[in-house]
């Protein structure tokens, strides 16, 4: 059975750092991209990073580009997103998402989700 | 960026009968589009990708169809366990996915 376990979340204020992390399982990490998804209270759903099965491909959403940086730990079958400059407008649930493709193959389709770990930004 | 535009934002149906949900993109994704479904507390689920292929697991009730610009998700004979909000998600163009605003399912 895929499990993916968000963590890291929490309150902090506005221009502090905050890592979260996702621990994965019952499935071949390596074989596959990983992506970070949010929602905001309320709202509808946002992509914010993908990373590639191999960290070559690495890609931001523009509203996080030069704050946020996504990796991965194939070893400890975990992502991570490093979360600097944080802003109010960052306050979120944040999901980690495994895409459906295979390897080489990715497609950005998300078949199986965390249950998300809640980032709050606050004075 | 891509827009991803879904109507109605609110759809009222009753048990039993045939649900029809929109979704545009702002410029044609081919067939590079998904749906979601939430449920209150719940993480996303995946329904259906490549516009029209369902998810593992997924009910035949579940259809989906378009290309380009303009999609449908179809559940044919709604369930109580159908009653959420869907969100359509383009991926045709990387670093730049975007999902729609969602709409919501509900119980008339």
């Known amino acids: 059975e895929v499990q993916l376990v968000e963590s890291g979340g929490g309150l902090v204020q506005p221009g502090r750092s905050l890592r979260l992390s996702c621990a994965a399982s019952?499935?071949?990490?390596?074989?596959?991209?990983m992506h970070w998804v949010r929602q905001g209270p309320g709202r509808g759903l946002e992509w914010v990073s993908g990373i590639s099965w191999n960290d070559v491909i690495i890609g931001y959403a523009d509203s996080v580009k030069g704050r946020f940086t996504i990796s991965r730990d194939n070893a400890k079958n975990s992502l991570y997103l490093q979360m600097n400059s944080l802003r109010a407008e960052d306050t979120a649930l944040y999901y980690c998402?495994?895409?459906?493709?295979?390897?080489?193959?990715?497609?950005?389709?998300?078949?199986?989700w965390g249950q998300g770990t809640v980032v709050t930004v606050s004075s | 960026e891509i827009v991803m535009t879904q109507s109605p934002a609110t759809l009222s149906v009753s048990p039993g009968e045939r649900a029809t949900l929109s979704c545009r993109a702002s410029q044609s994704v081919s067939s590079n589009l998904a749906w979601y479904q939430q449920k209150p507390g719940q993480a996303p689920r995946l329904l259906m990708y490549g516009a029209s292929t369902r998810a593992t697991g997924i009910p035949a009730r579940f259809s989906g169809s378009g290309s380009g610009t303009e999609f449908t998700l179809t559940i044919s004979s709604l369930q109580s366990e159908d009653f959420a909000v869907y969100y359509c998600q383009q991926y045709n163009i990387w670093p730049k996915y975007t999902f729609g605003q969602g709409t919501k399912l509900e119980i008339k």
């Open positions: 998402a495994k895409d459906n493709g295979h390897t080489s193959n990715w497609e950005g389709v998300f078949d199986y």
């Open positions: 019952g499935f071949t990490f390596d074989d596959y991209a």
